[in-house]
C-alpha cells in the first residue's frame, strides 16, 4: 500500500482528515460518471469485439480481433481519417490558443467600451451550431456567397473562388470557421486566469526595468502554466471529436479531404448502422487519446511546478 | 505633450489589431442579423445585398410561432439554469481537490474525467436511453439535468483546477490558523479569488447545455419538452433551406446565453490586475 | 459551515436531483393514445400535417393523435434508437428509401389485411402500392402511401430560347448535353448546369444513368451500372464539370444547386418536383423556368424511376386498427389534395387528380404525361436493398468526387459501384429472399 502523502501546508495530524475531505470533494464527480458512463462506454468495448450492423443483421455475432484486423491492415479511410484529424487538431487548437491569449491580454487592459467588447467576443462560442455551419456554408458559396462578392469588389481576387471545393482552399477554409468560433474558449479562459496573477510582481519588474515581453514571458505565461496545459488539453479531445461544423460544411469532402477519423466514427456507427466496426474505431479513437493524454501531461510536467 | 508621442504606438499595438479581430468576429454576426431580417426569396439573390432591405420581421414572427420557440425556450432555460448551477456548484470542490490534496488514485481519477469525452455522443446514446429508461425518467427533463451536468462536470472540474492553482495556498493556511476550518478556509479565501473562474465555467456550460442537441433530441418523446437545438434543426430539411428562419431562430436562442454573459462579463474583472499589464 | 453540514447539503443537492421520477400517468379513460412520428417537420410542411391530425382529433373522440415533429436529418437515427430500445411510436413518416431496413427487422406492421378490407383502397394509384410491395421479399404491404416523386431537370426557358432551343420536352441525353453547352457564357458568368457533387450526388447519378441506359437495375442478377455505354455517358457528363458548370458543385448539395439555378448562375439543375416551391418563390417569371422530365434513352424510351414517401405503423403497436384508421384519414382525399399541393408532388390518391390546381400546375402535368406516355418504362430502383442509400452515401458519394477531380477513373467508379450492388443484392437473395 503506497503511502499517502501528506499536504505539506497544513501540517501533519490533517492528512487522515484530508483524505476523507479529498473523496468527499469528488463523490459527486465519481457517481456520476459510474453511473451514467461506465455502462455506455463498456457497450462500446463491447460491440468493437462484435460484428452489429442493422444493414446486414445476418452477419451478426462475435467477430473476435477481426474489426481491429480491418482498420490497421485493410482500412485506408481510417489511416487517411486518422490523419486529417490530427492537422485539424494542431491547427485548431494552436491559433485559438494564440488568438484567444492576445484577445484577453487585451481584454485585460482599462480601455473604454470594455465590457461591450467582451460581450461581443463570447458570441461565436455562444450561438447556435447549426447556424454558425449554414452561414459560414452561405458566405463561401462560389457565385453568391458574400466573402466572393467583397473580395472581388475589393480586387483581392479576380475570379469566383470555390472555397469549400478547391482542394488548396477547403482545409483553410472550414478551419477559419472552427476558430472563429472557438477562439472565445480560449479567451474567456485566459482572461479569468490572468485576475490572479499578482499586480506586485509586475510592479517589481517595472522597477528592475523589465519591458512588455520579457513581463509577458516570465511572470504571465508561467502563471498562466498549468490552465494553459489543461485548456489545450480538453480543447484538443474536444476538437478531435467535433463533428458537426465540418460535416455542415463540406459533408467530409471532397473526396474524404476533410474527413476526421470522429466524423468516420460517426458516419460508420450511425449513419451506415454499422455499430461493431464503428465500435472498433472508437476504441481505437479513445486509446490514441488516451495515449495522448498521458504523454502531454507528463511531457509537459505538469503537477510538478514550483 | 507627452501623451502625443504614446498615442500612435497604442493605435497600432492595439486598437489596430483590436478592430482587425473584432472585425473577423463580427462578420458572420452582422451577415446573420441581415439574413434574419430579409425575406427568404431575396437572401439568396444575386447582386448581393450587404444590407436588409426590404426588411421584414416575419422569419421571428414565424420562428417563434410556427416553430414552437416559445414552448423550447422553457424547457431549455429549464435544464440549463439547473445544470449550470449544479456544474458550477460541483467543480468547485471537485477543481479544488485536483489542485490542492494529493489522494490515492488522484491520477486515475482525472483520466476517468478526462476518459468521459474521449466518445462521441453518438456511440453512448442507445446505453444512456436504457439507463434513463431503467430511471423512469425518459421524456423528463431531469435526464438531461442528469446527462449534461455529468459531461459538464468532468469538463470543467479539470478547467477549475487550473483556476484554483493560482490562488496562493497562503490565504488558506491564514485563515486556518486563525481558526477557521478548511472548508470555511476555502470560502472565505479561494472562493472570492475564484469568481473569475467561477464565471467561466457558469458561461462555458451554459452555452454547452443550452446548445446541446443530440440527448435532448433522443430523450424527449413528446414535442412539448423539446429544447431550442431541435427546434432550430427541424427548419432545415431536404427541401427547404428556410436560411431566414433559422437566423432569426438562433438569434432569440443567443438571448439567454448573451443577457446571462453580459451580467457575469464584468465579474471577469476582479480589478486586480486591471491596467497593469503594459502591451 | 461544518463539514457534516456540507456533506448533508452535497447530498441533498445530488438526492434531489436524482430521486424525482416522472409523475405523468396514463390516461385510464377508453380514449386510444397514438403517437405519430412527423418527418417532415419544416415550417412549410409541419403546418399542413398537423392541422389534418388536429382535424382528426376533433373528427372523433375514439382516438387521440400527438405528433412529435423530428427534423429530418435526424430522424432515421431516432427511430432506429428507438426500436434498438423497444420505444418506437405507432405511426410514423417514412421515406422510400428507409422502408427496406426497417421490414427486414420485422419493425413495421403488415398492412395488407387490413389494407384489403379497406372501402376506398382504389383512390390508391396502383403503381405506387406495386412499388411499395417490391420493398418487402415477400411482397407485402408495409407503407400507405402519400406521395409520389420523380426526378426532373429543371431548367432555363428563356436561356434555352435565347439559344433558338425549343425541343425540350423530346430531349435526348445527346441534346441535353448540346443544350448545356450552349447555355454556358463566361462573360455574363452563366454557365449551362450545376452538377450536385456533395450529399445525395450518388442517387442523381444512379438516376441518370439509367434514364440513360434505358435498362433494368439488375439483369440476371447482376448490375447493369457498369456497363461500357454508361461510362462513356459519364464520362461525357463529367466533362461539363468546372467549364459548363461551377466549381463549387463539387461539394454542392441540394441548396447550394438551388441557389446557383435561382440566382441566374446556371440555367439547369437535376432535382425532383419537390424543389417546386424554392423556384416559384425565387423567380418572378413563372415562365422563365420549367420541369422537363429526364430525357429519352439511349433506346428511345423514358426510363424513370418513381420514389414513394408514405405512413407506417410500427409492429410494436397496441392499437393496430385505430393506426390504420388514423393512416386512412391521412391520405383521403381532401388530405392528400392540400399536402400534394404544398409540396409540389404527384398525388396517391387518384381523386387529387381531378382537382384544380393538380390540372393546373405544369410542372406536374408534364410529369404526369411523361408517366403515362407509351414509351414510359421502369428502371426498378433497388430501393428493396437495405444498404442501397448506404452504398450511395458512403462508397460511391466520395468515389464520384475522386473521379470528378480526377484521381481515379469512371470505369473505377462505376466498377466499384456495381461491385457494392452485386455483393448487396447477393447477400439480399441469400439471407433475406431465401429464408
Keep these: 500500500m503506497k503511502p499517502v502523502k501528506k499536504s505539506r501546508a497544513l501540517g501533519k495530524g490533517l492528512f487522515e482528515r484530508e483524505n476523507f475531505l479529498a473523496y468527499l ?6 457517481i456520476l460518471i459510474t453511473v451514467f458512463l461506465f455502462y455506455p462506454v463498456a457497450n462500446v468495448f463491447y460491440y468493437a469485439f462484435q460484428h452489429q450492423n442493422l444493414m446486414r443483421p445476418w452477419a451478426d455475432g462475435p467477430a473476435g480481433f477481426d474489426n481491429f484486423v480491418h482498420i490497421f491492415i485493410e482500412d485506408t479511410v481510417f489511416v487517411g481519417s486518422l490523419w486529417v484529424s490530427l492537422q485539424w487538431v494542431v491547427v485548431q487548437v494552436s491559433f485559438q490558443l494564440v488568438f484567444g491569449m492576445i484577445i484577453a491580454l487585451m481584454l485585460n487592459k482599462a480601455f473604454k467600451f470594455r465590457g461591450l467588447v467582451r460581450t461581443i467576443m463570447f458570441y461565436p462560442w455562444a450561438i447556435s451550431g447549426v447556424l454558425t455551419a449554414m452561414m459560414w456554408s452561405m458566405m463561401y458559396h462560389q457565385h453568391v456567397g458574400v466573402f466572393n462578392a467583397i473580395l472581388l469588389d475589393l480586387g483581392i481576387i479576380q475570379t469566383h473562388i470555390a472555397w469549400l471545393a478547391n482542394m488548396s482552399f477547403v482545409f483553410p477554409s472550414v478551419a477559419a470557421a472552427g476558430i472563429w468560433r472557438g477562439i472565445p474558449f480560449f479567451a474567456i479562459m485566459i482572461l479569468a486566469r490572468l485576475q490572479t496573477v499578482s499586480p506586485e510582481i509586475y510592479e517589481a519588474c517595472d522597477v528592475d526595468g523589465a519591458n512588455a515581453f520579457q513581463k509577458f514571458f516570465y511572470i504571465t505565461l508561467p502563471h498562466l502554466k498549468e490552465a494553459i496545459i489543461l485548456a489545450t488539453l480538453l480543447r484538443t ?20 479531404a476533410t474527413t476526421t477519423l470522429t466524423m468516420y466514427i460517426v458516419n460508420t456507427a450511425v449513419t451506415d448502422q454499422n455499430f461493431g466496426y464503428g465500435s472498433a474505431l472508437a476504441a481505437v479513437s479513445f486509446f490514441i487519446l488516451l495515449v495522448f493524454a498521458m504523454i502531454y501531461l507528463k511531457a509537459s510536467r505538469f503537477g510538478k511546478e514550483d | 505633450m507627452r501623451p502625443k508621442f504614446y498615442w500612435p504606438k497604442r493605435v497600432l499595438m492595439f486598437y489596430l489589431p483590436m478592430i482587425l479581430i473584432l472585425t473577423f468576429i463580427i462578420f458572420p454576426l452582422y451577415w446573420t442579423v441581415r439574413t434574419s431580417l430579409m425575406h427568404e426569396r431575396d437572401i439568396v439573390s444575386l447582386p448581393i445585398r450587404y444590407l436588409p432591405i426590404p426588411a421584414t420581421f416575419t422569419n421571428f414572427i414565424t420562428a417563434w410561432d410556427v416553430v414552437g420557440f416559445n414552448m423550447y425556450f422553457r424547457n431549455s432555460l429549464f435544464v440549463a439554469v439547473l445544470s449550470v448551477t449544479l456544474v458550477t456548484f460541483f467543480s468547485i470542490f471537485v477543481g479544488y481537490s485536483l489542485s490542492r490534496f494529493k489522494f490515492r488514485g488522484k491520477n486515475a481519477f482525472m483520466f476517468m474525467m478526462l476518459a468521459t469525452q474521449f466518445l462521441p455522443a453518438a456511440m453512448l446514446i442507445l446505453p444512456l436511453f436504457m439507463i434513463f429508461r431503467n430511471l423512469n425518467l425518459l421524456n423528463n427533463h431531469f435526464s438531461l439535468v442528469l446527462i449534461n451536468t455529468t459531461m459538464q462536470l468532468s469538463f470543467n472540474s479539470i478547467l477549475m483546477r487550473g483556476f484554483v492553482s493560482g490562488i496562493p495556498i497562503e490565504l488558506e493556511e491564514a485563515a486556518t490558523i486563525d481558526g477557521c476550518s478548511r472548508i470555511g478556509a476555502i470560502f472565505k479565501t479561494v472562493i472570492p479569488l475564484l469568481i473569475p473562474g467561477l464565471v467561466a465555467t457558469a458561461a462555458f456550460s451554459f452555452v454547452g447545455v443550452w446548445n446541446e442537441f443530440l440527448y435532448a433530441f433522443m430523450f424527449m418523446t413528446s414535442r412539448t419538452n423539446f429544447t431550442l437545438p431541435i427546434g432550430l434543426r427541424s427548419v432545415i430539411g431536404e427541401y427547404t433551406a428556410n436560411h431566414g428562419i433559422l437566423a432569426a431562430g438562433s438569434m432569440i436562442a443567443l438571448v439567454p446565453a448573451l443577457l446571462m454573459f453580459v451580467y457575469l462579463q464584468k465579474y471577469l474583472i476582479t480589478g486586480l490586475a486591471a491596467g497593469s499589464v503594459k502591451g | ?14 438526492a434531489f436531483a436524482l430521486a424525482f421520477t416522472a409523475c405523468g400517468s396514463d390516461d385510464e379513460d377508453d380514449v386510444i393514445h397514438l403517437t405519430y412520428w412527423v418527418i417532415n417537420s419544416d415550417p412549410l410542411r409541419l403546418p399542413v400535417l398537423s392541422s389534418h391530425v388536429h382535424a382528426f382529433n376533433a373528427s372523433q373522440d375514439r382516438i387521440f393523435v400527438e405528433y412529435v415533429p423530428l427534423p429530418q436529418d435526424d430522424a432515421l437515427n431516432r427511430i432506429n434508437m428507438a426500436l434498438s430500445a423497444n420505444e418506437e411510436p405507432d405511426v410514423t413518416d417514412l421515406m422510400h428509401g428507409w422502408v427496406a431496413n426497417l421490414v427486414l427487422r420485422d419493425a413495421l406492421l403488415q398492412l395488407d389485411s387490413r389494407y384489403d378490407s379497406w372501402n376506398a383502397r382504389t383512390e390508391m394509384v396502383p403503381a405506387l402500392i406495386s412499388e411499395i410491395r417490391n420493398l ?139 424543389s417546386y416551391q424554392n423556384h416559384a418563390d425565387a423567380f418572378d417569371d413563372y415562365n422563365a423556368f420549367e420541369a422537363i422530365p429526364m430525357p429519352l434513352s439511349r433506346i428511345g424510351t423514358r426510363n424513370l424511376s418513381t420514389s414513394v414517401h408514405g405512413y407506417s405503423v410500427f409492429a ?23 399536402w400534394n399541393e404544398t409540396l409540389g408532388q404527384l398525388p396517391s390518391n387518384i381523386r387529387v387528380m381531378e382537382e384544380a390546381w393538380f390540372n393546373e400546375a405544369e410542372h406536374i402535368a408534364t410529369m404526369t404525361a411523361a408517366i403515362n406516355a407509351p414509351n414510359a418504362t421502369s428502371n426498378g430502383l433497388p430501393q428493396f436493398l437495405p444498404e442501397f442509400a448506404s452504398i450511395n452515401n458512403t462508397i460511391a458519394g466520395p468515389a464520384i468526387q475522386e473521379a470528378l477531380l480526377g484521381q481515379i477513373t469512371v470505369q473505377e467508379l462505376l466498377d466499384l459501384w456495381a461491385d457494392a450492388l452485386n455483393n448487396a443484392l447477393d447477400e439480399y437473395l441469400t439471407h433475406v429472399v431465401g429464408q
Excluded: C
Design chain 1, 25 to 30: 470533494f469528488i463523490a459527486p464527480a465519481i
Design chain 1, 237 to 256: 479531445v474536444w476538437e478531435f471529436n467535433a463533428v458537426d461544423l465540418i460535416m455542415n460544411l463540406t459533408g467530409g469532402g471532397p473526396a474524404r
Design chain 3, 316 to 338: 410494436s403497436t397496441e392499437h393496430p386498427d385505430a393506426a390504420f384508421e388514423f393512416l386512412t384519414w391521412m391520405i383521403n382525399a381532401e388530405n392528400n389534395s392540400e
Design chain 3, 136 to 274: 418487402d421479399a415477400h411482397g407485402g404491404l408495409y407503407m400507405l402511401p402519400a406521395t409520389s416523386n420523380t426526378h426532373t431537370i429543371w431548367v432555363r426557358t428563356d436561356w434555352l430560347a435565347e439559344q433558338g432551343i425549343t425541343n425540350q420536352a423530346t430531349w435526348t441525353w445527346d441534346d441535353f448535353f448540346h443544350a448545356v453547352e450552349a447555355m454556358t457564357d463566361p462573360s455574363q458568368v452563366r454557365f449551362g448546369h450545376t452538377l450536385r457533387g456533395g450529399p445525395g450526388s450518388a442517387a442523381t447519378l444512379f438516376e441518370m444513368i439509367f434514364s440513360y441506359s434505358g435498362e433494368n437495375v439488375f439483369e440476371n442478377n447482376v448490375t447493369t451500372l457498369n456497363s461500357p455505354h454508361n461510362v462513356a455517358f459519364i464520362e461525357r457528363y463529367f466533362a461539363l464539370f468546372g467549364e459548363h458548370t461551377p466549381e463549387g458543385d463539387l461539394v454542392a448539395g441540394h441548396m447550394e444547386i438551388t441557389a446557383n439555378f435561382t440566382t441566374g448562375i446556371a440555367g439547369s439543375m437535376i432535382h425532383n418536383l419537390g
Design chain 3, 1 to 14: 459551515m461544518s463539514k457534516f453540514k456540507v456533506v448533508v447539503l452535497m447530498a441533498a443537492v445530488l
